[in-house]
């Protein structure tokens, strides 16, 4: 379809809180997303209300596109960002304390374990353990606490069905170890600053296996969140990301089932959510 179709311009009217819009590369899903958006804040701002909406994608090189295309709408005050830039900015204002870098040596067989849904298991596990303040939500030491636990990683693996491997727990834990290793500018804040420098002004861990000494997984966001919610009782109330009145996740099917329930707390109750997603075809049934 294109974004001329009748079943296009259907969708861009329709006043239903949450919408999917399936289709191929190319066929003007996002476009009739953002449409959406531009008709809701006109709306809102008619009645002299106020709107917040939030434009989550996967990669920074769809945020300048729909960046550029909801100014050309007239849409403004619009969030768009990538999903791990807005995670990061919400799980430092949640869970104070967190490292401000970034892992960049993480192997792809950490990443995917930590986005697998078998995780779920671990975490409920590791939220239900009696020895939390009492009021506690979560914080970096969970982290060690689960990724650097070999028995929690290996019934992550077993129930995986095959998605994650031996291959993967082992290098889990060991990412992990290193995260929580001190620096080495950490370890020797003893010694005068001038003689830890380096002559290519980089971090002197830089490009060596303790690359990412004191570093985060952006993957460890929604994770944080996640725990929190568990731990949260009837009377408590979990850290949640900031609430809008409405989010539109472009390309869905790139992202994780803990990212996508991270993201539906941000969506204020009676709010609108409009999703966009290539359908994954396999054999003669397609799959979202």
Sequence with gaps: RTAQD???RRARRTRSWALLVLGEAGCGKTTVALHRVAALQARAECSGRTFRALVLVPVEGLQR???TLLERLGAKDVEVKSYE?????QARRAFPGLPRRESHGAPAAVTRLKRHPALRQALAEVASRPDRPRGATAN???LQHLFGERLLMERVASSSRGAVSEHAVAQVLEHTNV???DTTEDSHRHVDADRLATVDGLRIDAGTPFEDAGAIDPEDYAVLFALAALRATPGDQAPSPGAYDCVVLDETQ???????ALIGRALRPGGTLRATARPITRGRRTQV
């Design 6 to 8: 009748p079943t296009w």
């Design 65 to 67: 596109l729909s960046t």
């Design 85 to 89: 830039r807005w995670a990061a900015v």
């Design 140 to 142: 970096r030491e969970d």
């Design 179 to 181: 995260q929580f290793t």
């Design 254 to 260: 790139e992202f994780a089932p803990i990212e996508l």
